[in-house]
């Protein structure tokens, strides 16, 4: 089985390594973009299977990524789990209608953040199959 790849977006260097340390920890393989405008570009190069995305972002906030990404052809099937430290409310209702398929709390824990993760790239395999027509139909 091949490592999953999550693309981290988050503007905030020690929270990039902490989340690195995290999931190479789970053996997950990643990357990064610090910004909104560079999100995209490494979305492309990196092909993710979990993007990981702040809200807070300089040069395009959290949501204009995600709309870029569902207008993106290719990426718009690249399941996004947004992590933020604004308001929860209001926040993680936009953000699901955007398009995230999750949304964590900062600070979140460990283990909620593996859990999420894992549910949200299990639900996307699954997605993927489902979509697929099979050979012997």
Known sequence: MTQKKILIVDDDPSL?????????????????????????????????????????????????????????GTLSSIPV???????RVGNRERALKAGAKSFLQKPMENDELVAAIRFVLEENRHDAAVGCSSPLS
């Open 16 to 72: 990039r390594l902490g989340l690195q340390v995290r999931l190479n920890a789970y053996h997950y393989d990643v990357a990064f973009a610090v910004d909104g405008a560079t999100s995209i570009v490494e979305a492309r190069k990196y092909k993710p299977d979990l993007i990981l995305l702040d809200l807070g972002l300089p040069a395009g906030d959290g949501f204009s990524v995600l709309e870029r990404l569902k207008a993106a």
């Open 81 to 87: 789990i947004v992590l933020s430290g604004r308001d």
